[in-house]
Nanobody, 121 residues
Framework: QVQLVESGGGLVQPGGSLRLSCAASGIIWRIDDMAWYRQAPGKQRELVAAIGSGGSTTIEDSVKGRFTISGDNGKRTVSLQMNSLKPEDTAVYYC???????????????WGQGTQATVSE
C-alpha cells in the first residue's frame, strides 16, 4: 500500500514563504512523475507545478518566479518552495505521484491527504 504524507502548511503573511514537503512510503518500484495541486474554496483543483523523472518541470503561470518544485526519486520526496505568497495562494495543497509498484504493473496516481496553506494579514 502506497501512502503520501504532506507537511509544511500553515499561516503566513503576504510576502512570506512556506515550504511544503511530501514523502511516499510503501512498496514502490518506480516513481515516474511528481506534482503539486491546490484547491481553493469553491474552486476546482488545479495543477501548480510538476516535475518529471528526468527533472523537467512545469509551473503554472500565476506562480512562475515565486514557486519552485523539486523532487528526489531516491528519497521518494517532492517539495514545493513557495515565496512571495499572496492571499490568492490560499488553498489546500495536494501532492500527487505517478507510481509503479511492480516492474510489470501499471503506473497509478497516488494522492496525499492535503495540507492547508493560508496567506493572510
Amino acid at each position: 500500500q502506497v501512502q503520501l504524507v504532506e507537511s509544511g502548511g500553515g499561516l503566513v503573511q503576504p510576502g512570506g514563504s512556506l515550504r511544503l514537503s511530501c514523502a511516499a512510503s510503501g512498496i514502490i518500484w518506480r516513481i515516474d512523475d511528481m506534482a503539486w495541486y491546490r484547491q481553493a474554496p469553491g474552486k476546482q483543483r488545479e495543477l501548480v507545478a510538476a516535475i518529471g523523472s528526468g527533472g523537467s518541470t512545469t509551473i503554472e503561470d500565476s506562480v512562475k518566479g515565486r514557486f519552485t518544485i523539486s523532487g528526489d526519486n531516491g528519497k521518494r520526496t517532492v517539495s514545493l518552495q513557495m515565496n512571495s505568497l499572496k492571499p490568492e495562494d490560499t488553498a489546500v495543497y495536494y501532492c500527487k505521484m505517478i507510481i509503479k509498484t511492480a516492474w510489470d504493473g501499471p503506473s497509478l496516481a497516488y494522492w496525499g491527504q492535503g495540507t492547508q496553506a493560508t496567506v493572510s494579514e
